[in-house]
């Protein structure tokens, strides 16, 4: 597995080691011990999830605050996205900053988020499967959001000529400096 660090050192970009041959391909999506390496420490995943989204959804930002703060291990089978993380560790030096990177079927790779961090993806393929693993079980009262757009944050999403398509929760979502926040 190839490993690359973003400009947030903590986030990282997967890239499985893809075994093609005439039926197809194989690759491990996850193995336990490589990805702790890769991490550097122990990391436990306790839930899986899967979503599905047409073209210009976009989900997010969103985090989950201690005692349930989750970490991510998120990739996209279907389609194409392009996937943010933003730095809410107060402490962090990279605070409110985002990276962003694109994640398809095509180039199997995945996206490490720890927890700290907010999370948002808008599809930008016909539609997308979007499959992540969890280091926290799903806690609502937890929940944070913040808005996809705050020009705190300045997040570059890419134009796709039409307007994101955004949940309730996600159109009502406060700015960052507003927000729910870690420490
Ligand atoms: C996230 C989640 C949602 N749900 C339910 C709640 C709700 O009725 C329905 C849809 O929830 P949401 O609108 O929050 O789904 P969604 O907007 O896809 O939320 C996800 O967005 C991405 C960006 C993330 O980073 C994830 O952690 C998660 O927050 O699914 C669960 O039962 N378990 C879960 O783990």
């Given at each position: 597995m190839n490993v690359i660090r973003t400009a947030i050192p903590d986030v990282l970009i997967l890239e499985p080691k893809v075994f093609g041959d005439t039926r197809g391909f194989f690759m491990e999506s996850y193995n336990q011990k490589v990805f702790n390496e890769a991490v550097g420490h122990d990391v436990h995943f306790v839930q899986d999830n899967h979503s599905r989204s047409a073209k210009g959804v976009l989900r997010g930002l969103h985090y989950q605050l201690p005692p349930h703060a989750q970490g991510k291990?998120?990739?996209?089978?279907?389609?194409?996205?392009?996937?943010?993380?933003?730095?809410?560790?107060?402490?962090?030096?990279?605070?409110?900053?985002?990276?962003?990177?694109?994640?398809?079927?095509?180039?199997?790779?995945?996206?490490?988020?720890?927890?700290?961090?907010?999370?948002?993806?808008?599809?930008?393929?016909?539609?997308?499967?979007?499959?992540?693993?969890?280091?926290?079980?799903?806690?609502?009262?937890?929940?944070g959001v913040v808005r996809w757009d705050d020009l705190a944050i300045g997040i570059t999403w890419p134009d796709l000529g039409i307007a994101p398509l955004l949940s309730a929760k996600d159109v009502a979502a406060p700015v960052l400096a507003a927000a729910r926040h870690f420490d």
């Open positions: 291990l998120v990739r996209c089978t279907q389609g194409a996205v392009f996937d943010v993380a933003v730095d809410l560790r107060h402490s962090s030096p990279t605070f409110g900053r985002w990276v962003g990177v694109e994640l398809s079927a095509e180039s199997h790779r995945q996206c490490w988020i720890p927890p700290g961090f907010a999370h948002g993806f808008v599809v930008t393929s016909d539609s997308a499967d979007f499959l992540y693993k969890t280091t926290d079980l799903y806690a609502p009262e937890c929940e």
